[in-house]
Structures are given as C-alpha cells and as structure tokens.
C-alpha cells in the first residue's frame, strides 16, 4: 500500500465553509479518518475573507492540506437575482485561495465544484468526459462557470508546477443544518418549508415553481462529506470526479413524496411560468467508486425523513 502523502494524523488541514451547510459535516468525517481536531483550521467568514488575496496567503501559511467548500450559492431565485455576484465572488475565492496555495507550497488542494457546471443537455447520466460538450443551463451557468474554472486552474497549475489539486463534482445536497430561507434555498428545503406551512394552516394547495417535469439527482450531505475525505485522502489524478448517489427523480415524484411524508394533502398548482432549470440530472459515479471506493450509503426517503424531522425540531 503507497504512503499517504496526506497523513490524517500531523497533516495541518484549512477547511473554508466550514459554518456552512457541507462544512460541519466536512469537518466531522476529518476527525472520524484521524485528523487531530487541533490541526483543522476552520476559520469564519468574519475572520477570512476569501477575496483578499492578503488573506489567502495567511490561511494557508502552514498548511498541509485545502478543503474549499466556501461558496455563496442558492436555488433559482437567487441566481436569476444576482448572477454577476455569484460568478465575481465564487471565481475570486477559488481562484486566489488556490494560487496562494500553491505560492505557500500546500500538498493538496480539493476544489468542490457543482453540477451546475455542466451543460445543460448533458446525456443523462452525465459523464465527467462529458463537462465540456455545452453551456450550462442559463439560470445558473455564472455560478456553474465560475466553479468549472477551477477545474481549468487545477489542471493548468498540475501541468506547469506539479502542484496537486484536485476536482470533485458533488450533485445537489439535503439534510439537516441545510438552508431554509426561502430567498436563497435550494429545491428540497424549499419544497418542504413550502409543504409544513400547507399542513399547519390547512391549505387546499400548494404552489410549486415550473411543471414539475425536470429530474433532479440528490446526495445526503454526510455522504457528500465521506466522499470529500475519501478523495482528500486516496485521490491525486487530473481528472474530475463526480460525486451522487446514481439515483435520479423529478420534481413531480420528490414533491409528492415530501408531500407524504410531511402529510400534507391538498392540490398541487404548478406555476409553470417560473422556470424549470436544467431538464434533468443524474451522474455517473463510477469513477469516485473505482478511484477511491465511495458508494453513497444513505437510503433517498430516510435521508428526507431525517432532513423533515431535523427542521421541525427547529421549528
């Protein structure tokens, strides 16, 4: 068995986005592999400005290992809102954070992309081969983009300086801690925000954005965060990995399953002049099973469950 070149037990690690949704997760499954908690640098938003390339340099002084999970992100409403924003601060984050690893002289980079980044009539499932065949789908192709150069970076700064980086592609996430607000969240908290409310006031229907015809392919975020560790610790190649569950659903049939599980039972109104988004996802996820041994564990309708229960208790 090859000697790690990340070894979990003296490997100084910076975990960016750690407060968020993946981060705590993140962070969880680091201690679980053997990482000392003293040796994760988890600093806040507040503390670590990831536009500033001052502050780039600073994170990393030191370190062994990058996991770059911060990003500002958010459903359709808020991509359409403020597409310019989301392409600006994601591109400068990424892009400084790891040439000032790079600079710093740090052993691994792990750049999170998202799936977003492929084009929008990718064959289903998609193949990372396959990122390239198209533009994303237009109501997220800034933020898509913006991660997708990290990718390019990746590979550029491997090819001239050696330096390792690597590229993971996780599909949509759920679970506890996920976000909630309605201005920014992505299509499974809002779907069960929007369906606890019909219960509580007894609402004859609810209202759900687009025909509900596009698929969508979901992750449990401690799969999500397994899978990330795994990749820090047994991945090192060029290529892009993406990172699912391999099932695949449409919106129509996750409604009505949220639906049921929540217990709400009025009609369904579909406003179909609100967008769709990408016609369907669903990955290929082979290559993260061949090159590092990660299969998603957790079963789609407990994984809601828990993320229902987990969200009324904050209630």
Request: aromatic share 10%; proline share 6%; glycine share 8%.
């Given at each position: 068995?090859?000697?790690?070149?990340?070894?979990?037990?003296?490997?100084?690690?910076?975990?960016?986005?750690?407060?968020?949704?993946?981060?705590?997760?993140?962070?969880?499954?680091?201690?679980?592999?053997?990482?000392?908690?003293?040796?994760?640098?988890?600093?806040?938003?507040?503390?670590?400005?990831?536009?500033?390339?001052?502050?780039?340099?600073?994170?990393?002084?030191?370190?062994?290992?990058?996991?770059?999970?911060?990003?500002?992100?958010?459903?359709?409403?808020?991509?359409?809102?403020?597409?310019?924003?989301?392409?600006?601060?994601?591109?400068?984050?990424?892009?400084?954070?790891?040439?000032?690893?790079?600079?710093?002289?740090?052993?691994?980079?792990?750049?999170?992309?998202?799936?977003?980044?492929?084009?929008?009539?990718?064959?289903?499932?998609?193949?990372?081969?396959?990122?390239?065949?198209?533009?994303?789908?237009e109501t997220n192709a800034p933020y898509g983009l913006a991660?997708?150069?990290?990718?390019?970076?990746?590979?550029?700064?491997?090819?001239?300086?050696?330096?390792?980086?690597?590229?993971?592609?996780?599909?949509?996430?759920?679970?506890?801690?996920?976000?909630?607000?309605?201005?920014?969240?992505?299509?499974?908290?809002?779907?069960?925000?929007?369906?606890?409310?019909?219960?509580?006031?007894?609402?004859?229907?609810?209202?759900?954005?687009?025909?509900?015809?596009?698929?969508?392919?979901?992750?449990?975020v401690e799969d999500a965060a397994e899978a990330i560790v795994?990749?820090?610790?047994?991945?090192?190649?060029?290529?892009?990995?993406?990172?699912?569950?391999?099932?695949?659903?449409?919106?129509?049939?996750?409604?009505?399953?949220?639906?049921?599980?929540?217990?709400?039972?009025?009609?369904?109104?579909?406003?179909?002049?609100?967008?769709?988004?990408?016609?369907?996802?669903?990955?290929?996820?082979?290559?993260?099973?061949?090159?590092?041994?990660?299969?998603?564990?957790?079963?789609?309708?407990?994984?809601?469950?828990?993320?229902?229960?987990?969200?009324?208790?904050?209630?």
């Amino acid at each position: 068995m090859k000697k790690k070149n990340i070894p979990p037990n003296n490997s100084k690690v910076l975990l960016t986005g750690e407060s968020g949704f993946l981060g705590g997760f993140v962070k969880e499954k680091l201690l679980e592999h053997g990482f000392l908690e003293k040796n994760i640098y988890a600093p806040s938003r507040r503390d670590l400005d990831l536009t500033k390339i001052g502050d780039c340099i600073k994170s990393v002084n030191g370190i062994d290992l990058v996991i770059h999970l911060a990003a500002k992100v958010g459903g359709i409403g808020l991509n359409r809102e403020k597409p310019g924003e989301l392409f600006y601060d994601n591109l400068l984050m990424g892009v400084q954070l790891m040439e000032a690893a790079r600079l710093e002289g740090v052993k691994k980079f792990v750049a999170i992309g998202t799936v977003c980044a492929y084009p929008k009539f990718t064959p289903v499932p998609f193949k990372e081969d396959d990122l390239w065949l198209g533009y994303p789908e237009e109501t997220n192709a800034p933020y898509g983009l913006a991660k997708k150069m990290l990718l390019v970076q990746s590979q550029a700064y491997r090819q001239q300086y050696g330096f390792n980086s690597i590229y993971l592609l996780p599909v949509n996430l759920y679970g506890p801690n996920d976000n909630f607000d309605p201005k920014s969240s992505h299509v499974i908290p809002a779907l069960i925000k929007k369906a606890i409310e019909a219960k509580k006031t007894n609402a004859p229907t609810m209202e759900v954005w687009g025909t509900g015809s596009a698929s969508r392919e979901f992750l449990y975020v401690e799969d999500a965060a397994e899978a990330i560790v795994l990749a820090a610790l047994n991945y090192d190649s060029p290529e892009p990995v993406n990172i699912g569950s391999g099932m695949e659903i449409t919106i129509k049939d996750l409604v009505r399953l949220i639906n049921n599980l929540v217990g709400f039972q009025g009609k369904l109104v579909w406003d179909s002049t609100k967008p769709d988004g990408q016609p369907r996802r669903g990955l290929d996820v082979s290559r993260a099973k061949k090159s590092f041994g990660f299969k998603a564990k957790t079963n789609f309708e407990k994984g809601l469950k828990k993320t229902i229960d987990w969200y009324i208790s904050t209630l």
